[in-house]
């Protein structure tokens, strides 16, 4: 990932505790997903998308002037709060689908119900009748 | 269903799950009870909205009909939990669609007389290949093909055949837990070795579907793929605290 980076003298690499924490934190992270993922405990798909944020988190620790200069080019002033602002807005996105899946199992659990009452109620009858 | 008896006439159960297939399920149920007659067939009807269930019901083979869509791992699923309810011995993956020849089912009742626990049905094993697909296609189906490969350490030339046979232990495992997510082939390749099972791969041939469309689109085949990737992943040796020692 991220192969070709223009040359950053400042602050290309890993500087700082923090940084070395993060990446710690992203891989730790990663090999608990996998294993909940291979216990199937957890499915691919959502496995996938907190990957997904790992990487992120791994590569803003890894060229912290990446989010500098987006936010200077954005016009905001601390890089911290652009940080902030996009995790929030895709959290935001997470609840969203979280919302529709949750609906979708819903539904689902209430035609469960609704099948199984009617075989239910046809095998009584059968065993009357 | 308590209470009444066991339907069942063969050791090995034909299962065919099928999505709206209306169109072509009535010849392939045809085909299939001409050429195999000794065979049981079950339909796990996936949701269909169309007649399909009806039509099965009315070819005289076993129907499971599904509440709503679980897609094809579920489907399968649904039809090993009813192979290992009802005593089967062996259980043929076959397609609704008619593009697997079930003079081949032969081929693949060999190779579990030899004594594999899974036999795939290649689409590429040999050079009667009647089977075509576009460059990107192909692309991703080797990069699938060499990690699979690497990760189990034995040669597949198709890893996401539709065209499977499985013995009794192996539906035990796969009633339980199935692979419920889109390449479930590949994923239970995948697992099936992992837990030890000998499989084996039976040159095929593959005719074009007599009704149907290949079922997907670019975008969720990417994202299929990062997704199979990470569970491969998942799959590798590094994470498991394995209870077999490698050989």
């Given at each position: 990932?991220l192969?070709?980076t223009?040359p950053?003298?400042?602050?290309?690499?890993?500087?700082?505790?923090?940084?070395v924490?993060?990446?710690?934190?992203?891989?730790?992270g990663a090999?608990?997903?996998?294993?909940?993922?291979?216990?199937?405990?957890?499915?691919?798909k959502?496995?996938?998308?907190?990957?997904?944020?790992?990487?992120?988190?791994?590569?803003?620790a890894?060229?912290p002037?990446?989010?500098?200069?987006t936010?200077?080019r954005l016009?905001?002033y601390?890089s911290?709060n652009?940080?902030f602002?996009?995790?929030?807005?895709?959290?935001?996105l997470?609840?969203?689908?979280?919302?529709?899946?949750?609906s979708?199992?819903?539904?689902?659990?209430?035609v469960?119900?609704?099948?199984l009452?009617?075989?239910?109620?046809?095998?009584?009858?059968?065993e009357?009748? | 269903?308590?209470?009444?008896?066991s339907p069942r006439r063969?050791a090995?159960l034909?299962?065919i799950?099928?999505?709206d297939e209306?169109?072509?399920?009535?010849?392939?149920?045809?085909?299939?009870?001409?050429?195999?007659?000794?065979?049981?067939?079950?339909?796990?009807?996936?949701?269909s909205?169309?007649?399909?269930?009806?039509l099965?019901r009315?070819?005289?083979?076993a129907?499971?009909?599904?509440p709503?869509?679980?897609?094809?791992g579920?489907?399968?699923?649904t039809g090993f939990?009813?192979?290992v309810?009802?005593g089967?011995?062996r259980?043929?993956?076959?397609?609704a669609?008619?593009?697997?020849d079930?003079?081949e089912?032969?081929?693949?009742?060999?190779?579990?007389?030899d004594g594999?626990?899974?036999?795939?049905?290649?689409?590429?094993g040999?050079?009667?290949?009647?089977?075509r697909?576009g460059?990107?296609?192909r692309g991703?189906m080797?990069?699938l093909?060499w990690?699979?490969?690497?990760?189990v350490?034995?040669?597949?030339?198709?890893?996401?055949?539709?065209f499977?046979a499985?013995?009794a232990s192996?539906?035990?495992?796969?009633?339980?837990?199935?692979p419920v997510?889109f390449?479930d082939?590949?994923?239970?390749?995948?697992?099936?070795?992992?837990?030890?099972?000998?499989v084996v791969?039976?040159?095929?041939r593959?005719r074009?579907?007599s009704a149907?469309?290949?079922?997907?689109?670019?975008?969720?085949?990417?994202?299929h793929?990062l997704?199979?990737?990470?569970?491969?992943?998942s799959h590798?040796?590094?994470?498991?605290?394995?209870r077999r020692?490698?050989?």
């Open positions: 990932m192969a070709a223009e950053q003298p400042t602050s290309l690499g890993i500087s700082g505790p923090a940084h924490a993060v990446i710690c934190v992203v891989v730790i090999v608990f997903l996998l294993r909940l993922l291979r216990k199937r405990q957890l499915r691919g959502y496995t996938l998308l907190w990957m997904f944020v790992g990487a992120v988190a791994l590569i803003l890894a060229f002037s990446l989010l500098d200069r936010a200077r016009h905001i601390s911290p652009l940080l602002l996009l995790a929030i807005a895709f959290l935001l997470v609840c969203v689908y979280f919302s529709w899946e949750l979708r199992l819903e539904e689902r659990t209430r469960l119900a609704e099948e009452a009617i075989q239910r109620g046809e095998q009584e009858k059968e009357i009748g | 269903m308590p209470g009444t008896r063969s090995t034909v299962i799950p099928a999505y209306e169109a072509a399920l009535p010849s392939t149920l045809d085909e299939l009870a001409t050429v195999r007659p000794d065979l049981d067939v079950l339909v796990v009807s996936d949701g909205r169309d007649k399909t269930g009806a099965a009315a070819a005289g083979v129907v499971v009909e599904l709503f869509n679980l897609g094809i579920g489907a399968l699923q939990r009813y192979a309810r009802h089967y011995e259980a043929v993956q076959f397609d669609d008619g593009q697997h079930p003079r089912i032969a081929q693949l009742e060999g190779g579990l007389d594999a626990a899974l036999v795939i049905g290649s689409r590429f040999d050079g009667t290949v009647e089977y697909v460059p990107a296609r991703a080797a990069v093909r990690s699979v490969n690497s990760l350490h034995q040669k597949f030339t198709d890893t996401s055949s539709g499977r499985f013995n192996l539906l035990q495992l796969f009633a339980r837990s199935y997510e390449m082939s590949t994923e239970s390749l995948v697992i099936a070795i992992n837990e030890g099972f000998t791969e039976v040159p095929t593959i074009a579907r149907g469309q290949p079922s997907n689109r670019h975008v969720r085949l990417v994202y793929y997704r199979l990737m990470v569970v491969l992943l590798t040796p590094m994470w498991r605290r394995s020692t490698p050989t």
